[in-house]
């Protein structure tokens, strides 16, 4: 806080005109800012002087700062900064090569399916709905669940054409890995869509698709992990299944 007792009136003045309007004073001249403050130059000089600045660049200078940093502050609380760096790190990986080997076991599964099982929960289950819909675009019959404790059938099926997907950020929901299970006794072939390949889930797919982002969450658990990874890969593996069409 500046002490603006030793200021003059025309010091005060240009002081309330600069922190009132930091965008003028950033972008006009020290002659542009005294004509339109009414004052002169060196008034101005004597003013930024008595506000700790040797001179009216490096009031500027500190200015375009702190509004840098303000509105670092401002996107860093919304949450943008941090997504955009994630999903920077994430594609800047040699992701073709990362996934080559599951995707090469993804499309030697999928010849022999023609019926896919989406399943997730929370917002898992909004992608596994995503995920089926991609799917159903490229010709595959696909459905999803979000239920984990929905009936599903055991009847009806070749043995060789049940795949499920199934979506979990954790992979340690218990409801999930309880569902996998299920469904792997009942002769499907589960692949998982996980943060880490180290996950329960994981380890009892015959395929899983880890993407390996920081874990993020908010207020009492809130899990708010980015899920654009999910999205490239359920879109990657849905244009695999378009290639083989």
């Known amino acids: 806080m500046i002490d603006l007792k030793n200021f003059t009136p025309t010091e005060i003045l240009i002081y309330n005109y600069l922190i009132a309007h930091p965008d003028e004073a950033l972008k006009l001249s020290i002659r542009q800012l005294a004509s339109t403050i009414h004052v002169s130059s060196a008034s101005i000089i004597r003013c930024v002087k008595k506000m700790g600045y040797d001179s009216f660049y490096e009031f500027k200078f500190d200015l375009k700062q702190q509004k840098l940093t303000s ?29 080559s080997h599951e995707l090469t076991a993804f499309k030697k599964l999928m010849l022999n399916a023609n019926n896919i099982l989406f399943f997730g929960i929370g917002t898992s289950g909004i992608l596994a709905q995503y995920g089926a819909r991609q799917f159903m675009n490229f010709g595959v019959n696909s459905i999803y669940n979000i239920d984990p404790f929905y009936p599903l059938p055991k009847e009806g099926q070749d043995d060789t054409k049940r795949v499920a997907i199934m979506l979990s950020v954790s992979g340690e929901t218990p409801e999930v890995i309880e569902r996998a299970v299920s469904l792997k006794s009942d002769n499907f072939h589960i692949i998982s869509i996980t943060n880490n390949n180290y996950s329960t889930l994981a380890k009892i797919s015959e395929i899983n698709f880890s993407y390996n982002v920081k874990p993020e969450s908010i207020k009492n658990n809130l899990n708010i992990t980015t899920q654009v990874p999910v999205i490239f890969i359920l879109e990657s593996l849905a244009r695999n299944i378009g290639q083989r069409k």
């Open 71 to 99: 509105q670092t502050e401002k996107l860093a609380t919304n949450y943008d900064t941090e997504i955009t760096d994630l999903v920077h790190d994430f594609f800047k990986r040699p992701l073709l090569q990362q996934y």
